[in-house]
């Protein structure tokens, strides 16, 4: 009986320490703005709330955007700078029970399946604290689409067999 509430206290007592050695909190959201069923070239839009929950201040918070293609047989990060030219905020300091809201935009670049991830730290903290995963699905675009091709693929050689023809009645 000693033993099990000797172990209860030690495990509340880890749970203090860790309570109090990673206070920010992470929340993500896709906008609500966004398609949904994007495709190659769609912009998309996520918001994360960054939220300092324990007793003091916290400094020196930097907070970046992480994404990783999902797809069987092509699991990798991806690197942003395509996708995104918000990548990172900095925030000199989050009081007691002080939230951040941040948007993050990307426009999408590739197809497949990927998951996104904020991710913060600060100056003085014992570690990284990520927020939940956003999953979501990009669809090929088709790079010629006919309906911009026929009239130029056509009408081009027409115009010139017109100016041509033209031409050639004046002389």
Known sequence: ??????????????AAASADAAPLAIELSPSSANPNSPRMGDR?????????????????????????????G???PVDLEDWSAHKAVTIPTLAPGEAIRTDWPMRLIQAGM??????????????????????????QKPVVESARVVPIAFGLPGLLALLLFWRWRRS
């Open 1 to 14: 009986m000693r033993a099990r509430a000797l172990a209860v206290t030690a495990i509340m007592a880890c």
């Open 44 to 72: 998309l839009n996520f918001q994360s709330i960054i939220r300092n929950d324990g007793k003091t201040p916290v400094e020196g918070v930097i907070a970046w955007i992480s994404l990783v293609q999902i797809d069987k």
């Open 114 to 139: 990927y998951r996104v991830v904020i991710s913060a730290v600060s100056r003085d903290g014992p570690g990284l604290t990520a927020s939940p995963f956003a999953d979501f699905a990009v669809r």
């Open 74 to 76: 092509k699991e990798q």
